[in-house]
């Protein structure tokens, strides 16, 4: 059963939608990025650190924020409603050991260890969004004497604002460029990470490679592996980051799209 259809409200459906969506564009940029890490350790150590880096300040700027206002806002909510309190008291519990994980993942002194704690914070914060989604939100949503949109009313880490962030940093940082698919900007380091979004799932794919590309520093390249050729992405690339990055076809099917993107 949806959110939507236990809503007590229409405001309401819609403010749970919100939620979800961004809960969705954070689980796909945290994906990409530990993708990146994971890719480094492997196979360019070297640029891991610088990897990891990118990884926390995300956190630190994104994701801790979302789980705090979550505590202010959501939670406290929730653990008035009898069906919720230890299931809130568990949510808690998810929070704390989010924040342990950015903190080994802060302090890791190996590309090894640093691909270990983001892959397990992944794992442990998309089991969360999980929850938050098809149990916590619908309560809130469902409950006739709580306003979900009056809760959510400006709480902007909950909602989205630190993408426009991001967005702002990249367009500052772009060069210039097609930024389309071309045969500029090839890369000859056979170290050059690589992303297969094949197996992710349709709803997380977009956001799993913004999160990926978000990673890649200027002058350094990734390659996307896609089931089919990504013009729509790369448009909505392009869009968010204009003239940054170049596109180089490596592959075009039948079973895989390979693509050279190369940060400017």
């Not at 992944?122 to 098809?134: S, Y």
């Not at 596109?247 to 940060?263: C, D, I, N, S």
Request: net charge negative; aromatic share 2%; with cysteine.
């Amino acid at each position: 059963m949806s959110t939507l259809t236990l809503a007590s409200d229409p405001q309401d459906a819609a403010a749970a939608e919100a939620v979800e969506a961004h809960h969705t564009h954070l689980a796909g940029e945290l994906a990409g990025r530990v993708a990146l890490l994971i890719a480094d350790a492997e196979r360019d150590p070297a640029h891991a650190d610088e990897t990891r880096r990118a990884l926390v300040d995300f956190c630190d700027h994104d994701l801790v924020p979302h789980a705090v206002a979550e505590e202010r806002t959501l939670y406290p909510a929730a653990r008035d409603l009898p069906a919720a309190r230890l299931l809130v008291d568990g949510m808690l519990a998810e929070h704390r050991g989010i924040v342990a994980l950015v903190d080994a993942l802060r302090e890791a002194r190996s590309a090894v260890r640093a691909a270990a704690a983001g892959r397990a914070l992944q794992v442990l914060f998309e089991e969360h969004l999980a929850k938050e989604n098809t149990l916590v939100l619908p309560l809130l949503a469902g409950a006739p004497d709580i306003s979900l949109a009056g809760l959510l009313s400006g709480m902007h880490d909950l909602l989205g604002h630190g993408h426009a962030r991001e967005d702002d940093e990249a367009e500052a940082g772009a060069r210039g460029g097609c930024g389309g698919s071309c045969g500029c900007g090839g890369s000859d380091d056979a170290d050059v990470p690589e992303l297969d979004v094949r197996d992710i799932p349709h709803s997380l794919r977009h956001a799993t490679v913004f999160g990926a590309i978000a990673a890649v520093p200027a002058g350094r390249a990734m390659v996307l592996v896609a089931p089919h050729d990504p013009l729509p992405l790369l448009a909505q690339i392009e869009d968010r980051h204009p003239g940054a990055f170049a596109v180089e076809y490596l592959q075009r099917g039948p079973e895989a799209w390979r693509l050279l993107m190369t940060h400017r």
